[in-house]
């Protein structure tokens, strides 16, 4: 089991590209999440998915929108870059039921120039 | 305004003893309580959680403790290791199902 994957690892964009970070997993759980992670302030709640087909904005949405296709699949993309979106990008995935730990990808590291 | 505090960047502590990270709330309607850990250029991972009709979770080396009336929790990790040297974040959440709100993250050293 690979359990939650993330693509790319890294990416450089200038500003006013667009890309899409793609995240997967394994495990069947039904939400998803994206985070992004900056120097002191923690993780921050992006857009989560309670389960396919569904979509809702978190704590910083902007700038940034979401695609859940398939159970699997959850995907980021950032329409036209800007500086302020240099981070580094965290999935996560919570079981259906149990305890509400979320399991985390390596995470993709984004630099905008 | 932040729900989740964690009031110490950073802490130093000697091998072999004991490491207290802290972590305070404002949002009495948390109910869930976890801690992460956290490697350089790695995923946060789980460590241990905590509901709130409990005041005391264990799991190893690793104590969570809960004090509702002080909006406080702490996590104690004994004896402290080299390789328990990484950033801890806490977290909450109103239930299980429910976002789950992180703190900033306290980095710990584990000192020779």
């Known amino acids: 089991n690979a359990g939650v994957t993330q693509t790319p690892k890294f990416q450089v964009l200038k500003t006013g590209q667009s890309m899409t970070l793609q995240c997967a997993q394994d495990?069947?759980?039904?939400?998803m999440y994206w985070y992004r992670q900056d120097p002191g302030m923690g993780l921050r709640l992006i857009y989560y998915?309670?389960?396919?087909?569904?979509?809702d904005k978190g704590e910083v949405p902007n700038g940034y929108n979401v695609s859940r296709l398939n159970k699997r699949e959850f995907s980021l993309r950032l329409e036209s870059a800007a500086p302020s979106q240099t981070s580094v990008y965290f999935c996560a995935t919570l079981p259906t039921s149990g305890s509400n730990e979320q399991f985390f990808g390596p995470g993709t590291r984004l630099t905008v120039l | 305004d932040q729900q989740v505090k964690q009031n110490s960047p950073s802490l130093s502590v000697q091998e072999g003893r004991i490491s207290i990270l802290n972590c305070d709330y404002t949002n009495s309607m948390f109910d869930y309580f976890l801690w992460y850990k956290k490697y350089p250029a790695e995923g946060p991972t789980f460590l241990i959680s905590i509901s709130s009709i409990k005041d005391k979770n264990e799991d190893g080396r690793f104590t969570v403790f809960l004090n509702k009336s002080a909006k406080h929790l702490s996590l104690h990790i004994v004896p402290s290791q080299p390789g328990d040297s990484a950033v801890y974040f806490c977290a909450a959440s109103p239930n299980r199902d429910d976002k789950i709100i992180f703190g900033k993250g306290t980095r710990l050293h584990i000192l020779p």
């Open positions: 495990m069947n759980h039904n939400s």
């Open positions: 998915s309670a389960s396919e087909g569904t979509t």
